[in-house]
């Protein structure tokens, strides 16, 4: 089963840092998890439960890891939340497969950063150079009917500022070579940055 996944980038003390959080397990510096769990325990929970619950997480768990993620910078810079398989998933996946197949063995180790690299994938990339935006930025277009633009405020990692949202459509050279893609993407124009967080195959 597919386990709640977040990470928070933030400054701490002019730092940039993050902190990864799936089902309990923490990945990041000591400190930083020490400090997740004082700000986990002093929660209120119940003014959580009513007035701060995110609508894309129903597990009462992930909305007090995420509250508690979100209060250890400032600012937050950039939050990302989805699903990936705990550990333990992963080890007894890696067990069925070896046990039926007579090939290379994988490992739990291995699946995890397949699904980690999925996951990039599917929030970082593409477009993969600023070049494909000043395309899209050249001939600007309003999206599909039914595609809204996000909500969400992303900031830039390096100038900490506001991202504009915009219908990023990859080149007609790239639909022919099936390999097109189109979506909402977060672009920092002084920066020159960009994340693709609402990427889709164009068939």
């Not at 977040?6 to 089902?23: F, H, P, T």
């Not at 910078?73 to 939050?79: G, R």
């Not at 197949?101 to 180790?109: F, M």
Request: charged share 30%; hydrophobic share 40%; with cysteine.
């Amino acid at each position: 089963m597919n386990a709640f996944y977040l990470k928070a980038i933030g400054l701490d003390q002019g730092v940039l840092r993050s902190l990864e959080w799936l089902e309990g397990e923490l990945a990041g510096d000591e400190d930083l998890i020490e400090r997740f769990h004082f700000a986990r325990e002093a929660i209120d929970t119940e003014a959580l439960l009513w007035t701060h619950a995110p609508k894309d997480i129903d597990s009462f768990e992930g909305r007090l890891a995420e509250a508690a993620l979100r209060s250890l910078f400032d600012p937050l810079v950039d939050f990302e939340s989805g699903f990936l398989s705990p550990m333990n998933d992963l080890e007894a996946e890696a067990v069925k497969h070896n046990a039926k197949s007579s090939g290379r063995k994988i490992t739990a180790g291995e699946l995890d950063r397949e699904q980690r690299e999925r996951h990039r994938q599917r929030h970082f990339t593409p477009p993969f150079g600023w070049s494909e935006i000043e395309a899209v930025l050249a001939d600007l277009r309003d999206a599909p009917d039914g595609h809204p633009k996000p909500g969400e405020i992303l900031r830039c990692l390096q100038c900490f500022q506001p991202m504009e949202w915009i219908w990023f459509r990859s080149s007609a050279a790239t639909s022919q070579m099936l390999c097109g893609r189109e979506g909402w993407t977060p672009i920092c124009r002084a920066c020159r940055t960009w994340r693709a967080c609402r990427i889709g195959i164009l068939s």
